[in-house]
């Protein structure tokens, strides 16, 4: 799962030559979801403020689709503790049903 996870963020969200370097905090599966769900730190560069995430991709239960949803705030915000929490409610709240 983290070795996933690292390669999207190296191949797609901060390839080589984009100026932005990538760090991933944490990776894991919710199986109760169908869900993985990765939180990362992008470094946009040029003075450009940091950005932190949360993702999550979601699969139907019969496995037809899936859905993506990515939370995303500047990184300084996420030191407010009640911010935080709203943004990781809203990420583990996402699922796909039938």
Known sequence: LQQGAEYLLRTSIAPPGSGRTATLLEASEDVSRNAY???YRIERGNG???LRNISVVAARPDGSSFSTLTVVAPASEWDRAD???KLRKMADSFHLTQ
């Open 83 to 85: 911010y935080a929490a």
């Open 48 to 50: 450009r403020v940091p």
């Open 37 to 39: 769900q990765f939180e």
